[in-house]
């Protein structure tokens, strides 16, 4: 895992820039970042599977070679509602369970989120012009509430002991290199690539 301090500031930062967006009111269940990845200098790689993961497993791997292109940050008050979770959660200390505490960060694949009536060639939502309630429909209901869902049962289990996660959402505690340098490296790029108006992300 990576150190605790270096997620705290990549928490921080984002929900600082997520509070600068023109995209995010105060009454959203859950808000977005989305980031302008067009130079590939500025990509972020989706979770960096291992290289013996990838030889082996990489025609069964999610969006792999596909940049991040948006990041989720689900509020603590707001996990249980969005999951559609009603049993109690496993509690702290059952063996392999890692509750996650806190909002709950997420990082999407810019394919994640395809245009479900396009059969060839599908296109991504976000090229598609959408109104920003449409695009948060989309995020939450493709992935978003199974994602959270895990997370609400399990914690990080399904994430830290599993080849191939249960999740689609990448959290910081688990991008790999699995290194404090390569989630400053990230935090650095999503500064500068975060796009903080709605007209922008069209």
């Known amino acids: 895992m990576i150190k605790k301090e270096t997620v705290k500031r990549f928490k921080d930062t984002v929900r600082k820039l997520m509070k600068q967006t023109d995209y995010n009111p105060s009454d959203s269940p859950f808000d977005i970042l989305v980031l302008d990845i067009r130079e590939k200098k500025d990509r972020i790689e989706y979770c ?3 290289p013996m993961v990838k030889s ?3 025609d069964s791997l999610p969006f792999i ?3 991040i292109k948006v990041i989720v940050r689900v509020p603590q008050k707001n996990r ?3 999951a559609g979770v009603t049993d109690k959660p496993l509690e702290d200390g059952e063996e392999g369970v890692y509750p996650y505490e806190g909002d709950v960060f997420l990082m999407y694949s810019n394919n994640a989120f395809r245009d479900k009536n396009k059969d060839v ?3 991504n939502i ?4 959408l109104p920003i309630e449409t695009l948060k429909e989309e995020i939450l209901d493709a992935r978003l509430k199974h994602d959270i869902e895990q997370i609400e ?3 990080l289990m399904p994430i830290v002991c599993e080849i191939i996660p249960e999740i689609y959402g990448v959290p910081p505690e688990t991008i790999k290199p699995n290194r404090a340098a390569y989630l400053e490296k990230i935090i650095g790029k999503i500064q500068r690539t975060a796009i903080l108006s709605e007209k922008g992300i069209h």
């Not at 976000?126 to 012009?129: A, H, I, P």
């Open 56 to 58: 082996q497993f990489g």
């Open 153 to 155: 049962t399990w914690g």
């Open 121 to 123: 060639n599908p296109v």
């Open 126 to 129: 976000f090229s598609l012009g």
């Open 48 to 50: 960096g599977y291992e």
């Open 65 to 67: 070679g596909s940049p």
């Open 80 to 82: 249980e509602v969005l």
